[in-house]
């Protein structure tokens, strides 16, 4: 079956006219294969559903350019499919003998939309890529994928994404201690701080099979200089300072052939650039300088090289470091005036954000004119209004730790992590297991009296499964992690 153009529409714009043509077979550019931790292809991300050609039939057009037929239309055999006028609520089978799949709707009426073929397939018989239940009501509705993996993470445990929320830092001594979170997904990654040994790699790879769908995020600070964890095995790098000296050019080879060697560790996310403009209080020579310009110019080299060795990078310090009146590790910093940080601190944030798909790290900064005496690390005003809104970075955000003297000298971890969720944080950096645990069950506490909104949790796991790579879709109702049992004779396979 040839692709049409290689153009992305929304499910309105590919609809029939009504005067006999047919509606354009859309699919998207494809993007590298990605492969699961096994070799095996990873399933693929759907962007869109579309009719098929001659209007008969719906496809999935997965973000990589793939092609998956769910169905064909039962009356008319040739015609456009059925308009839906209604939210759909469930699905069902054909009578025997028929074939058909069925939507059932809101209104109480239904729908044909497709044949499941001869096999329905259930648990853990679905192929790579098989669409979830859930995920083909939302789909034949025309929703979006950004729409539909949301979706789908609200439809896993409540453990599984308040764990997504969080990430303990620990030693490499220590790893063996979280086989337990890992295994109950009650953490979403972990920060390896300390010195490492040639063995790390072993005791990563060990957490990761107890963690099994829902991978852990391993990362560390690899920024080179003093903050620098696994010099001793792949390596020193020049402080971000030095870096200045060679060509952003050769910044992109050195910064993705350092990722490359930290993927073959197990890591999978770098707590570097540290694009601060200047260098401030904590700071010092791990900033490449007091130019904006030269800030954008050298973190974004960074960020493209981590990205391209298959490391994601987490830009720090947001909102700006480089001029603060303190070190946040031992107390709360103030910045200039938020007028004053949008003319210099603001200008490699900005640019990485509209660029590239790093990550951003929050730090414990009072911004006057912006957070009211909080650190931005707790600022629903810093990260859901300056950062997300006005910057529109909708990627990953990360707070700095959450165990600092910035934070420790007001708030418990407890305290600590629901504010930064709340104010719109995906993943929280705390301490210790104790301090995980701790945060784990002020989250679960928070959420059960409407302390905290369900879809502010269920926005900050999707964004951490989508760090991750993992699609939510392939996750309902496998292993215990969804909280409704989305399979039963009268439901299409899913």
Not at 293 to 319: C, N, Q, R, W
Not at 403 to 416: D, F, L, P
Not at 451 to 467: C, G, P, Q
Request: net charge negative.
């Amino acid at each position: 079956m040839a692709a049409g153009p290689l153009v992305l529409l929304p499910p309105a714009a590919a609809q029939s006219t009504g005067e006999g043509d047919a509606p354009p077979l859309v699919t998207v550019a494809p993007e590298p294969t990605n492969t699961g931790s096994d070799g095996a292809p990873a399933p693929p991300r759907i962007a869109v559903v579309l009719s098929g050609p001659g209007g008969v039939g719906y496809w999935a057009i997965g973000v990589d350019g793939s092609i998956e037929p769910i169905g064909t239309t039962i009356l008319p055999i040739i015609g456009e499919p059925p308009e839906i006028h209604s939210d759909v609520t469930g699905a069902r089978l054909g009578a025997p003998g028929a074939l058909g799949v069925w939507l059932l709707l809101a209104d109480g009426s239904e729908v044909p939309v497709g044949d499941p073929g001869p096999t329905v397939l259930t648990g853990e018989e679905r192929p790579v890529g098989w669409l979830s239940g859930v995920a083909v009501r939302q789909l034949l509705s025309g929703a979006w994928r950004t729409d539909v993996d949301r979706w789908c993470t609200s439809e896993l445990s409540l453990e599984v994404r308040i764990g997504q929320t969080i990430m303990t830092a620990l030693g490499e001594r220590s790893l063996g201690f979280a086989v337990e979170e890992a295994r109950d997904r009650r953490i979403g990654g972990i920060l390896l701080v300390g010195p490492v040994t040639e063995h790390v790699w072993r005791r990563i790879a060990e957490l990761q099979d107890f963690a099994g769908r829902i991978p852990l995020i391993f990362a560390v600070d690899e920024e080179g200089g003093r903050v620098q964890r696994l010099a001793g095995l792949i390596g020193r790098l020049p402080t971000a300072a030095s870096q200045t000296q060679r060509s952003p050019a050769e910044i992109v080879e050195q910064a993705a052939d350092h990722a490359r060697k930290m993927v073959e560790l197990g890591f999978t996310m770098n707590f570097a650039p540290v694009v601060d403009v200047g260098a401030g209080e904590g700071i010092g020579d791990r900033a490449f300088g007091d130019d904006p310009d030269v800030v954008t110019d050298y973190g974004i080299a960074t960020v493209e090289g981590l990205s391209a060795g298959g490391v994601m990078p987490v830009v720090k310090h947001f909102p700006g470091h480089g001029g603060a009146s303190a070190d946040t590790h031992e107390e709360l910093a103030s910045t200039a005036p938020l007028a004053q940080m949008r003319t210099r601190d603001l200008i490699p944030f900005a640019a990485v954000v509209g660029s590239t798909d790093a990550a951003v790290m929050v730090g414990h900064l009072n911004v006057p004119g912006l957070t009211g005496g909080l650190p931005a690390s707790l600022s629903p005003a810093a990260i859901g209004g300056l950062l997300r809104d006005e910057l529109g970075h909708s990627g990953l955000v990360v707070t700095d730790s959450l165990v600092m003297g910035a934070i420790r000298s007001r708030w418990s971890v407890r305290e600590a992590t629901l504010l930064a969720v709340a104010a719109g944080a995906d993943l929280a950096l705390v301490g210790d297991l104790a301090s995980a645990a701790a945060a784990f069950a002020e989250i679960e506490a928070a959420v059960s009296e409407n302390r905290l909104s369900l879809e502010r949790l269920d926005d900050a796991a999707t964004n951490v499964f989508r760090a991750k790579d993992v699609y939510a879709c392939t996750l309902v109702g496998r292993d215990g992690l969804g909280r409704t049992v989305l399979y039963d004779p009268t439901l299409v396979g899913r």
